[in-house]
């Protein structure tokens, strides 16, 4: 703070104050440091800090061989590890000319899915406690921890899977896989209803967003925002959609956006797509064939030939791609990933300013970023 | 321990054009035909078009493809940086909605002098991306508003994301 004496202050002249927040405070999500320019509680200019996380994750993929890769993908965006998982598998896929069994296609579309769901379902939950909502949370978790179960049932693990393979899926399903998703399914719907009604059209939750942290289409396409954030704005753009990997083109969903792309838009993106993912979930449930879930490939060591690719897909956060690049040896030659979060990120200095102070805390829960993504 | 056998690309076919889908072949061709005044080198990326164009022509060949009618990109999707040892080659991922789809655009910069005009003034987009460029490979953007370290600290020595980086050897904070 400036030397202010007691004059200035009462002259009613502006005084700037500088305020520090994070990298340790609740409401940054990770560790992310944000420094701010206040004039009283209007915030002047925003000062992201990032990068404690950095694990040099891209240049970490270089020296290992490509299966061993899927690790260091699964601890990216550690929220949705399938989803980063399965974008890995397709560029190395891609690389070779691999198909993938028709049933894997499946079990991987549906574990996406519900990856999705229980991402988002912490972003109800994390939010609901940036605006001043306990009860979401709670039942947020407790839904997130039913699905964690079964993925700790197919996988062995309830976060860091390490299931999916270049080629298909380490194993197939267990045997009670049906009867557990079944019995999930109901429970799961009821979890997001409840969490929508408590939520999503909550008087307090509508002061607290709508309005807030509005950003244009033309500003979030200038600053490379994707997924629900750049829905919000009206903008139609799924990657599911518009160039359907997998086996998303067999299923029919809707893309839900948003009107003005402000806070409570990209809340109400959100919620609705949790929606969606249940009706693929079932309908790829219907549709899932049986058969062998690993390529001709097996376990073998795999040596992708001369040549780079670039992949996308559409990760709870946004739209991920990796660029990869093989020099023919059992180590990819170079791993970049396009992680959605950090993309969505360097928007938070356009859409806080002129804000409130207490609104920094809910924008930047509403860009819904995972730090170890960003920093990688 | 080999090669398994579906793989059959060979480096050579990437210059091929004809593996590309028929919408991605116009496309390729129109983009070609918007940055004649670059002569730019049409080629794929694996299934994408891909243009390669000079360094110094960055900064123009984005704001045309931003400007023109018939390309009208709309968002930079991705910046890589690779280091190809005698040369680095930048990867630009442009995206544009309506129709909708995906265009690379490579340049390389030399190793012992890696500099090329920044894009930050076509897109916002590119200003976290070239700083993570500049802070991992040590590239110069020409015209960046602030290259300070982004994922680095300050007083950080070396370029991480380069080969020559020692892989398990730490720095003393």
Sequence with gaps: MADASSETIRSGEPIEMLLNMGPQHPSTHGVFRMVLWVDGEKIVDLEPHIGYLHRGSEKLCEGEQYHQVITLFDRMDYISNFNNELVYCQAVEKLMGLTVPERAEYVRVILCELNRIISHLLYVAAIGLDAGAMTPSLICFRARERVQTVFEAVSGARMMHNYFRVGGLKEDLPENFEDMIGELLPLLRDDVEESDKLLTFNEIFLARMKDVGTISADDALDYGLTGPCLRACGIDYDVRKAEPYSVYDRFDFDIPIGLDGDCWDRHYVRMQEMYESLRIIEQALAQMPSGPVTSSLGRRLIRPPRGDVYVRAENPRGEIGVYLVSDGTDKPYRVKVRPPSFCNLSALKHMVKGAWLADAVVILGSLDIVLGEVDR | ?173
């Design chain 2, 1 to 173: 321990m080999t090669n398994p056998s579906p793989a059959e690309h060979t480096g050579d076919e990437l210059t091929d054009t004809e593996s590309l889908s028929q919408p991605r072949r116009e496309l390729l061709a129109l983009a070609a035909e918007v940055f004649k005044e670059f002569h730019p080198k049409p080629g794929t990326l694996h299934d994408l078009p891909q243009l390669t164009v000079e360094p110094e022509d960055m900064a123009q060949v984005c704001r045309l493809a931003k400007e023109d009618p018939r390309l009208a990109v709309k968002q930079l999707l991705c910046l890589a940086c690779v280091d190809h040892q005698e040369y680095f080659e930048l990867v630009y991922i442009l995206h544009s909605l309506d129709p909708e789809w995906i265009l690379a655009v490579k340049t390389s910069v030399p190793y012992d002098a890696p500099r090329l005009p920044s894009v930050t003034s076509v897109w916002r987009a590119a200003e976290w991306y070239e700083q993570e460029a500049h802070d991992l490979f040590g590239v110069t953007f020409d015209g960046h508003p602030n290259l300070k370290p982004l994922l680095l600290y300050e007083g950080f020595e070396g370029y991480p994301g380069r080969r020559d980086f020692p892989f398990h050897e730490y720095q003393e904070f």
